[in-house]
Structures are given as C-alpha cells and as structure tokens.
C-alpha cells in the first residue's frame, strides 16, 4: 500500500508565510520553469535548496494554492500545481502583497541615502567657506572690509560660485546619468563607499550550478566534477593527498547524497534524491567524457567565476571632480579650524551654528578620504584571493576537458552508475486530486478491461 505524505490546511494559517523569502520565491520559479509538475529533486537542484527546504516549501505552496500529489508506482512522489496557483496564493498571503512595497521603500531609502551624503558634501563646503568669509569679514573694519573686497573679490572663492560650477556642468551630468545610470550626486556616495558586493547572491549561484550539475549526469558523479564549483586550492597548490576529498562533504548534506565505490575502487558519489525528475528538461547524454561532454552539455557553466570588486561605478571624470571637491572641502576644515582657534571674542550667527557643528564637519571632511583609502587597500587584497579561487576553479575544470586515464576512467564508471528517471502521467496511480474510491473503481474498471481484451 502506497501513502502519500499529507498537505497540512491549518484553518485560515498561511503556510507559505513561514517560508523564508527566498526560498519560497526560488522553489515558484523553478515549479513555473517545469510547468507546474514537480519533484523535491527537481526544486532542489534547480533553485540549490537542501532538501529538506525544498520538500517545506512544496509542502506550503500546495497546502496554500490548491495543489495535489501524485505517486508512482514505484513510490516517487510529484507535487501537482495548478497554472494560477501565484495568484491564488498572492490572494491568500497578505505577506507576499506587502512585500514589493517594503522592496520599493528600502530601494527609496537607499536612494535617498547615496543622495544626501552626496549633497551633505556641497552643504558642507559652502557652510564652510561661507563662515570663512563672515570670521574673515568681522575681524576688521568696515574700510579694511571694503579695500579686502576690491582686492580679492574677483579671485576668492565664494560659495555661490559653486552652484554656478554644478549648474555649468549639468549638460554633462545628464549625458553621463543617462548612460552610467549614477548621477554626479550619487557619485559622491559610490566614490567614498563602493557600490556593494559585486557577488551578492554567489551562494545561491553556486548551489544552483552544483545542483543542475548533479541532476543532468544522472545523480551520480565524482569530486573532480564538483570541485570547479568549491572554493577548493588549484591541483599544483594541493599540498595535502590528491585522495582527499573531504571537500565533498557540503554537498553531500545539502542534497542527501553518499558515497558509493565501483568495481575499480573509484569512489563516486550518488544523489537519489536528483535522479528523479518529472520533467525531461536539463536532460542529456552522459555516455561521453571530456571535451566532447563539455561541448554536450553546454548549458552548465564550466567552473563558477567571481566578480573582482570595484572601488567605484563612477567614471574617471566624476572621481576626478568628487575628489577635488573633497579636498576642497578638508581644506576648508582646516583653515576654518584655525581661524576658531584664533578668534577672541563670543561668535554668534552663522559662526556660532558652524562652531557647533565643527567636530562633525572635522568627521565627514577625514572620513571622505580615509574610508576609500582603507576600501582600496582592502580590495587589492579580496581582488587577489578571488582572483586566485577563480584560476583554481578554471584549473579543475580544465582537468575534466582533457582527463587523464585514471580520471577517465572513474569519469566513465560514474556515467555507467547514472539513473535519470523521468516520471510520466502514465506510472501514476495515486493522486490527492481524486478521491480515493473513484481511483479504486478506475483500477477496478481498467482491470475488468483488461480481462475482457484477454478473453476476446
């Protein structure tokens, strides 16, 4: 007797709302991709879930929208959804009608974020310059003010005339925002701290590589074939025996799968969770080992690549003028800095407001320069190690194109192991969908049809 497992409706409870986000968006993607017929398998190795988050989320997404199971006879179990099944569920989870406005207020406040810094840079130099002016302008007399005006009026920098240079230049501006996407504001912000991890999601891109990997070789492959996926030392750099595959191990709990030995001592590594699909896509030959394999089976990348770290998006010219405004504005500080110093009487007004914010604008004028300082040291050093993780997984790979006999062998003895069973309609005999008495009169009916062609 075959049982299915059973899809919890808990009274008016969202299931789905359980699921972390990404897991739940990554396992409707992959249920959408394979038309709505899955397997636990299925979902694993194309979103690079563990197991066991692939089955919760199944489980939930079924229990919310009205999906079913089916069984094989052989005990394989599919999950059935029906083709409306997002927007059924969007109708039930107030969480998932919520979510794309709290991404767009987070994307708004970013936003707003990189802007103000930016703009935070030209308050302070024109609060700056322009408390130079008024100390510059409240130690002397009115004649030594006026002879100072006439002297130096049409070289000294005044803060108005900064407005005039960004007016100026906003033709460029728009030329370079429109084809950068960053505006000279923005600029400001990606000069001093970057514009984030180039890599963000890496993880999930590699689970997914490993994943699609396993399930197209038939959920039986060797560690070689995984290693370009790991961060795993280049093969002249392994100091350690070339037997150790420990390395292995993540995988191996990921996706429920074990070792196995063949019949030359090769040691294989077997998925029986991945070897079963209900759907041929991402299928292929395995009957062929290096360079013709790789050509074969192309749409898995070789080897996973990193991203090198940038120290800005913005353009020579907009660092250009970022860091001279910057410097512009550090010494600025330091000028208004001493004149603080030297001053003996109470100041009030704009003095007074700028001597109060002083030790702040003191923070922002050194952390202008020191953060990208200690950003660039910091990424020749994370550019290195990623350059070095990629030339070692490129290595590995490249040992699979041209394997060497021992290689080949084991290569081959994994192909031979290989079981990729694709589940049709036709070995279903059990499904939620239907009540369990009308599947019984239809085995009864199928049978009395059968006896009766036999005895004709």
Do not use: C
Not at 14 to 35: H, N
Not at 57 to 73: I, R
Not at 82 to 107: H, I
Not at 161 to 182: H, I, P, Q, T
């Amino acid at each position: 007797t075959i049982e299915a497992p059973s899809l919890a409706r808990l009274g008016g409870a969202v299931e789905t709302d359980r699921l972390p986000a990404d897991v739940r968006d990554r396992a409707m993607d992959v249920v959408e991709y394979l038309g709505g017929r899955v397997t636990i398998g299925n979902v694993a190795s194309r979103a690079g879930l563990q197991i066991d988050q692939a089955e919760r989320a199944l489980q939930a997404l079924a229990a919310d929208t009205g999906g079913f199971l089916e069984v094989s006879g052989e005990g394989e179990v599919l999950y059935v959804f029906p083709e409306d099944y997002r927007a059924k569920l969007a109708g039930k989870s107030f969480r998932m009608r919520v979510e794309p406005l709290v991404d767009k207020a987070k994307e708004a406040g970013a936003y707003l974020a990189r802007v103000s810094f930016g703009t935070a840079l030209v308050a302070s130099i024109v609060l700056v310059y322009a408390t130079i002016i008024a100390i510059l302008s409240s130690s002397s007399d009115e004649d030594n003010r006026g002879r100072r005006r006439r002297s130096y009026g049409s070289t000294m920098f005044l803060p108005t005339d900064l407005f005039w240079y960004l007016d100026a230049g906003s033709s460029r501006r728009r030329r370079v925002e429109k084809d950068k996407g960053m505006s000279f504001i923005e600029s400001v912000f990606s000069f001093v701290f970057g514009n984030g991890d180039p890599n963000d999601g890496l993880e999930e891109r590699r689970w997914k590589m490993i994943g699609q990997y396993i399930s197209s070789n038939g959920g039986v492959v060797t560690a070689e074939e995984l290693a370009p996926y790991l961060d795993v030392p280049a093969p002249a750099e392994q100091t350690n025996s070339k037997d150790d595959e420990s390395f292995i191990l993540p995988v191996l709990l990921r996706f429920q799968g074990h070792p196995l030995v063949d019949d030359q001592g090769n040691i294989l590594y077997r998925f029986p969770s991945l070897q079963r699909t209900a759907s041929s896509k991402g299928g292929g030959s395995r009957e062929y080992v290096g360079t013709r394999w790789s050509t074969m089976s192309s749409g898995i990348e070789k080897f996973m690549e990193e991203k090198p770290w940038e120290f800005s998006k913005a353009n020579a010219l907009e660092r250009a003028m970022v860091a001279g405004l910057g410097g512009l504005n550090l010494f600025g500080v330091i000028i208004l800095g001493n004149l603080l110093k030297q001053m003996t009487m109470t100041p009030g007004g704009l003095i007074s407001f700028a001597a109060q914010l002083f030790p702040l604008l003191q923070i922002y004028a050194g952390s202008f320069f020191a953060i990208p300082l200690f950003r660039w040291l910091l990424l020749r050093k994370t550019n290195n190690d990623i350059a070095r993780r990629n030339k070692a997984r490129e290595e590995r790979a490249q040992e699979l194109l041209s394997p060497e006999p021992s290689l080949r062998r084991k290569l081959l003895s994994a192909r031979d192991m290989a079981q990729r069973k694709v589940i049709t309609p036709g070995e279903i005999v059990y499904t939620t969908e239907k009540d369990l008495l009308d599947q019984e009169y239809e085995v009864r009916e199928w049978e009395r049809r059968f006896k009766k062609l036999e005895s004709d």
